[in-house]
């Protein structure tokens, strides 16, 4: 393959396609067993007859502080979602840290502050840790590794990205995109200024609402972060061997995001969210998905965005205001490096 | 506090005095919780029943290949170790990587070519993973993550640092200081070449024949890493309010890397190793001890190097071949930057 010959470049690390193709050509290839090649937010393990979920993500934010956020919750939000994302209840976390010499201790305590507080926010202790310092110039600051374990109950057992129907229908916990156009914001190179804060929150309690509610009538959770909802929903069509269709009118997108990304020629479907679950329902349950995620506390825009078709299977699809459709593609190319 | 003001160095990474500085004056004090408190080298929980040993270690080893290994199996056996030293049998990996932009994937795939190896030959699967991207001069190469979850046994629940008693020996598994040495001679700028490879190896298959064998009456087991034997064995004095006191001609040391060390004025105490565990039993089961290392695959060179004494309690002594003895102190500064 030419691509094993190359190099690493930035879109190897969008969350779209270069980074698929770089998993199924280096990494399952080589580490080939069966809870990885499901290729879900987490593997989920058999201990003693419990289902443990296990999750790793390490976050290269930069820069590492933005509106509403910074490395250190980003870190631990997004590490509980890759476990809501299976439908666990995370019990616990791990704290890795590589730095760059000189790294002010002031900036370390700010971002390590933001962990302990969005840990206990979440109810979720970090218990183990790590760390090493690179010399200046080796690194960028500080980099963060979460890694997760949770687990998952009885009501879970079901949700997987290949469990779409044709009929279900598919909601998202909130406004889109807000996480990446905050960090572009934070970026001094940009010069735009709008009022956009992250959405890094913790969406294991909505999660756990859902499925206490809806139980196997919840088909397939994804917490849209690199890639956007597109890439997440791209996912789903493809494992699932469906059609999804997506009414752009009922899309939740905060207008300062639409301004920011009309600017810069981005599609918020494509920018990172850290704090959006997309979650696929049997349709007759619309309503009861989309009462249960409003009532949370992190949900309280929740909005129904589409639905899963039959035909073309492995697409996503999206209704044009204009009463046109055009297909919307996994994303390719990096047009957001660095994002979380 | 006049530290938290400062910056960080790189020492702050040794393993040494600024690292057990920066983790009691940052990060306890932000994460305080039970788990994470007893600062072994994976935390401990509770699983339905099952004790859980969660752990977790970032790779910046510079270079990324040496002798006798790489980045990547030195991520996986390391991790397997910090659960092997807390009694676990190792259950599942996760593997995170951070990569420079222009990073050869030529390089890549050695890397997970010899992380896949190392799993399959320590039993132990790498279930879930996440790769991240930053631009070309933000990072060096590649660094890797490893978090990994293990079961504890109930022969191993007495086992902690502080659990050392007057009377006591102390082991280690085989030649110490390979590892620090070996990536020591693959940095260009030394030009010294000598024979020797890093110990790079899984030993939960040695921490299992000694629980098997010894049971209640292993007291506590350290890998030597960062620090090397001299930082564990004041980690092991402290906890336990103990003296331990080392018999210097007992310690095993290769030639090479003895020429090396004094070459270099480093002391092998403090050099890392990623394949020896340091071992504290009763003092009547030392001869068993000592010959169950020996059985096993990795503990061939095993050796009695020392003893548990009453007092001074909190030091690590060295007795020499001229009959004095000397305070050996943690290590102090970090003469060896990125042994891991």
């Given at each position: ?12 690390g ?9 998993v199924?050509?280096?990494f399952?290839?080589a ?16 201990v003693?007859?419990e289902?443990l ?23 631990v939000?997004?590490?509980i ?14 704290a890795g840290?590589?730095?760059e ?8 305590e ?24 690179v ?9 963060v590794?979460?890694?997760g ?8 057992s ?6 779409a ?10 406004p889109?995109g ?12 940009l010069?735009?200024s709008?009022?956009v ?20 009538d ?9 890639g ?12 699932s ?7 752009e009118?009922?899309v ?7 301004g920011?990304?009309?600017?810069l ?5 494509y ?18 998905a989309?009462g ?16 899963v078709?039959?035909?073309?299977a ?6 044009t205001s ?6 919307v ?9 660095r994002?979380?």
């Amino acid at each position: 393959m030419t691509a094993s010959r190359g190099v690493i470049t930035l879109s190897h690390g969008s969350g779209g396609k270069a980074t698929h193709n770089l998993v199924e050509s280096v990494f399952l290839p080589a580490f080939s067993n069966e809870a990885l090649s499901r290729l879900g937010d987490a593997a989920v393990l058999d201990v003693g007859g419990e289902l443990l979920a296990f999750t790793t993500d390490s976050f290269v934010v930069s820069p590492l502080f933005f509106g509403g956020g910074c490395l250190g919750d980003l870190a631990v939000n997004g590490t509980i979602n890759d476990l809501a994302a299976c439908g666990a209840q995370p019990l616990a976390l791990s704290a890795g840290f590589v730095i760059e010499e000189g790294f002010p201790i002031a900036d370390l305590e700010r971002i390590v502050g933001a962990m302990s507080k969005a840990a206990r926010a979440a109810g979720v202790p970090i218990v183990t840790g790590d760390t090493k310092v690179v010399e200046r110039g080796k690194g960028d600051g500080c980099f963060v590794n979460t890694s997760g374990i949770g687990i998952v109950g009885p009501l879970a057992s079901g949700l997987d990205a290949s469990s779409a129907k044709p009929g279900d229908v598919v909601l998202v916990s909130g406004p889109i995109g807000d996480h990446g156009t905050a960090v572009l914001l934070a970026r001094d190179d940009l010069g735009i200024s709008a009022d956009v804060v992250s959405d890094t929150a913790p969406l294991h309690g909505l999660v756990a609402a859902l499925l206490a509610s809806l139980g196997p009538d919840v088909h397939v959770l994804r917490d849209a972060t690199r890639g956007g909802v597109a890439t997440v929903l791209n996912e789903i069509a493809s494992a699932s061997k469906v059609a999804v269709r997506l009414d752009e009118s009922a899309v939740p997108v905060r207008p300062q995001v639409v301004g920011v990304c009309e600017l810069l020629g981005i599609d918020p479907l494509y920018v990172a969210c850290e704090g959006r679950m997309v979650v696929v329902v049997a349709g007759e349950r619309a309503e009861d998905a989309l009462g249960t995620m409003r009532s949370s506390q992190s949900g309280s825009e929740s909005a129904v965005i589409g639905e899963v078709e039959e035909q073309p299977a492995g697409f996503l699809l999206e209704s044009t205001s204009f009463g046109g459709s055009r297909v919307v593609d996994m994303l390719v190319g990096d047009p957001l490096p660095r994002i979380c």
